[in-house]
T-cell receptor, first 119, second 111 residues
Framework: AAGVIQSPRHLIKEKRETATLKCYPI?????VYWYQQGPGQDPQFLIS???????DKGSIPDRFSAQQFSDYHSELNMSSLELGDSALYFC??????????????????FGPGTRLLVL | AQSVTQLGSHVSVSEGALVLLRCNYS??????LFWYVQYPNQGLQLLLK??????LVKGINGFEAEFKKSETSFHLTKPSAHMSDAAEYFC?????????FGKGTKLSVKP
């Protein structure tokens, strides 16, 4: 079965540079979530999109932005990178359907992650 | 507000022994609970989830978890550990539109 695809898998950037992470959800899934997992930490929710609209926002820095496109893929844009942004970034997707937005019962399927290293 | 606490950041068992990974939750509404596993350098894979109904939930790879409302717990068990079970395990509670994870428990399996 098709899974969530993330690209690139690894990324090295310098401080103050920008980075764009891409996420391709499972086919027919309409909701995308982004999480950040620092070294030895649990995943922290950043932001989510349902039917191309932002549905929830977590601890996402103002330097980061994201969007979901008409084909449901999503991109996380990160500017003015800092050393502390070095982490594993996960994308997850789910099929919410006509519920109007993700609920607490949503099963999220995770991609393999993008490992970002900021030097 | 919702939260999850995983007791024990590191658990070590012998191959063939019982695996017990502890998770307690706090929730002001009926919780939806999940267990995910993360193998080294990989993403999170869903093991099992509890929404409503039967409190004993069976998942993949022989794992199961029991929802106990009176104890606010959702502990993960497996009768007999395999070497391939060595990984990090995360308990999570569904919040509106996202998951709130525990700190994770790293499981080591000794031969």
């Amino acid at each position: 079965a098709a899974g969530v695809i993330q690209s690139p898998r690894h990324l090295i950037k310098e401080k103050r540079e920008t980075a764009t992470l891409k996420c391709y959800p499972i086919p027919r899934h309409d909701t995308v979530y982004w999480y950040q997992q620092g070294p030895g930490q649990d995943p922290q929710f950043l932001i989510s999109f349902y039917e191309k609209m932002q549905s929830d926002k977590g601890s996402i820095p103002d330097r980061f932005s994201a969007q979901q496109f008409s084909d449901y893929h999503s991109e996380l844009n990160m500017s003015s990178l800092e050393l502390g942004d070095s982490a594993l970034y996960f994308c997850a997707s789910s099929l919410v359907g006509l519920a109007g937005g993700p609920s607490r019962a949503e099963t999220q399927y995770f991609g393999p992650g993008t490992r970002l290293l900021v030097l | 507000a919702q939260s999850v606490t995983q007791l024990g950041s590191h658990v070590s068992v012998s191959e063939g022994a019982l695996v017990l990974l502890r998770c307690n939750y706090s929730s002001s509404v009926p919780p939806y609970l999940f267990w995910y596993v993360q193998y080294p350098n990989q993403g999170l894979q869903l093991l099992l989830k509890y929404t409503t109904g039967a409190t004993l939930v069976k998942g993949i790879n022989g794992f199961e978890a029991e929802f106990k409302k009176s104890e606010t717990s959702f502990h993960l068990t497996k009768p007999s550990a395999h070497m391939s079970d060595a990984a990090e395990y995360f308990c999570a509670v569904g919040s509106q539109g996202n998951l709130i994870f525990g700190k994770g428990t790293k499981l080591s399996v000794k031969p």
